[in-house]
């Protein structure tokens, strides 16, 4: 008997995925948790495309003419403003998340690019400590590891209140990677499945931040940078009362940003893209006349030097990678896929980050997958990345005419669609319009 082929037609609304979703749900009565970030699509930087120079624009020559990529920050209220290299960062990825293998390689990588990399929750370690020359320390709700010593001990302070996979919830950690080692930098009991706080527990609003960056300055003795760590929401909100409570650094995350652990329906269903969110908080910093001396760190999908470009066009000072820093390290790499298939996934495809069972050795404390990592060719790997990233920015900057990336501004890029082209304020390219705003024709 032939199969009617209309029978066999997709619904937009029940797909196959939807479908294997809600009879999972109906099986086990439990929201999905999972690592990773987004798996929809969402606008992006891909939206975008620079307008080289021309006839009207005079380019760099590559060869002969300097483009340079430093930029300070902290240069607010600290005593001691870092200055990167490169301006891409590592984002903070706890060690918990990570094994320390891939702590190590990152600061490695970093140290070697002049660049920062970033604790993450649950405190600080000797290893990631000694092979990172900048290394930024994280303040979460959780408060896991923190202590006054290691916070003089770091370079830069990062307070923590929204993270752009889960903006408005707490991370977690499951017990399968809470080892003795972990446990006791948490103060937690080894093996048991960990929640951090959604919020932290000594202040509830903005005049409240103001006092505990006034606290973590004089631990300090205003040396540090101060960073204030926010997922994109309300961002034209956040970014105004992140600076009246005296930050030095706003970071950014858009919804594109991964996590170790959370609920999947948090990640592909809260927050704002990175796109609209970066543009939001220039507008703000501007309208506060705090541009540039307030700096930007945009972070949450950031996969390539094109990305880089184009955040630092729309007015970010720097940007922050992490699931890309992962992939560097050979997430996802296909490589030891029989350990792929007994999670039930394949290379391409993983999001087990939270499971501690990573078959490439990166999101795991499994001493016997760790060693799938060895940290000296993770940091060549992650070394070999960023050089790359940093050499595409330069590329497209010299193609603009700009002598530091820092540079590069709005009008150098035009919009494919009319989404992009209304999120990030640029004309719709073959155009002057702009949509949502009056007709510049």
Same mark, same amino acid.
């Given at each position: 008997m032939s199969v009617d082929p209309r029978s066999l037609r997709p619904s937009a609304t029940f797909s196959e995925t939807t479908i294997a979703e809600i009879q999972r749900a109906a099986r086990e009565g439990l929201y999905e948790i999972r690592g990773f970030g987004g798996k929809r699509n969402l606008p992006s930087f891909d939206d975008l495309v620079f307008l080289g120079a021309s006839v009207s624009r005079y380019p760099l020559e590559g060869y002969r003419e300097r483009c340079d990529t430093n930029v300070m920050l902290g240069t607010r209220f600290a005593k001691k403003p870092i200055e990167l290299k490169i301006p891409i960062t590592i984002a903070g990825m706890s060690f918990g998340a990570l094994g320390a293998n891939a702590k190590t390689a990152l600061g490695t990588a970093a140290a070697e690019m002049g660049t920062s990399t970033t604790t993450g929750d649950g405190g600080m370690t000797n290893e990631e400590r000694e092979a990172s020359k900048l290394l930024v320390y994280q303040v979460l709700p959780s408060r896991y590891g923190l202590n006054p010593d290691d916070l003089r001990r770091a370079d830069a302070i990062e307070v923590v209140i929204g993270q752009g996979a889960k903006p408005g919830g707490g991370g977690m950690l499951l017990g399968l990677k809470i080892t003795e080692r972990i446990a006791g930098m948490r103060t937690l009991p080894e093996g048991i499945d960990q929640r951090s706080a959604a919020r932290h527990p000594d202040w509830t609003g903005p005049d409240d931040l103001e006092i505990k960056i006034q606290e973590l300055r004089e631990i300090t003795n205003w040396e540090k940078p101060i960073y204030v760590k926010i997922g994109a929401t309300r961002t034209q909100f956040d970014v105004p009362l992140a600076v009246k409570a005296g930050a030095d650094v706003i970071v950014l995350d858009g919804m594109q940003g991964g996590t170790a652990a959370t609920q999947d329906v948090f990640i592909e269903h809260v927050g704002i893209p990175t796109l609209p969110?970066?543009?939001?908080?220039? %507008?703000? @910093?501007? $309208? @506060?006349?705090?541009?540039?001396?307030? %700096? !930007?760190?945009?972070?949450?999908?950031? *996969? +390539?030097? =094109?990305?880089?470009?184009?955040? !630092?066009?729309?007015? =970010?000072? #720097?940007? +922050?990678?992490?699931?890309?820093?992962?992939? #560097? @390290?050979?997430?996802?790499?296909?490589?030891? $896929? $029989? +350990?792929?298939?007994? !999670?039930?996934?394949?290379?391409?495809?993983?999001?087990?980050?939270?499971?501690? *069972?990573?078959?490439?050795?990166?999101?795991?404390?499994?001493?016997?997958?760790?060693?799938?990592?060895?940290?000296? !060719?993770?940091?060549? *790997?992650?070394?070999?990345? &960023? #050089?790359?990233?940093? &050499?595409?920015?330069?590329?497209?900057? *010299? #193609?603009?005419?700009?002598?530091?990336? &820092?540079? &590069?501004?709005? $009008?150098?890029?035009?919009?494919l669609t009319v989404e992009a082209a209304a999120m990030a304020q640029v004309p719709l390219a073959g155009t002057n319009w702009i949509p949502g705003m009056q007709d510049r024709g």
């Open positions: 969110a970066v543009r939001m908080a220039v %507008q703000a @910093l501007q $309208e @506060l006349d705090m541009h540039r001396k307030v %700096q !930007l760190i945009v972070s949450g999908g950031i *996969r +390539s030097g =094109a990305d880089v470009a184009k955040a !630092l066009a729309l007015g =970010a000072d #720097a940007v +922050s990678i992490g699931t890309a820093a992962m992939i #560097a @390290l050979n997430c996802n790499a296909p490589i030891y $896929e $029989e +350990s792929y298939a007994e !999670l039930g996934t394949a290379p391409g495809f993983c999001h087990h980050c939270h499971t501690g *069972r990573c078959p490439v050795g990166v999101t795991t404390q499994d001493p016997e997958l760790e060693k799938r990592l060895d940290p000296e !060719l993770g940091a060549r *790997r992650m070394r070999n990345y &960023l #050089a790359t990233m940093v &050499l595409e920015t330069q590329t497209l900057a *010299r #193609a603009c005419g700009k002598s530091h990336v &820092l540079n &590069l501004e709005p $009008e150098d890029m035009v919009a």
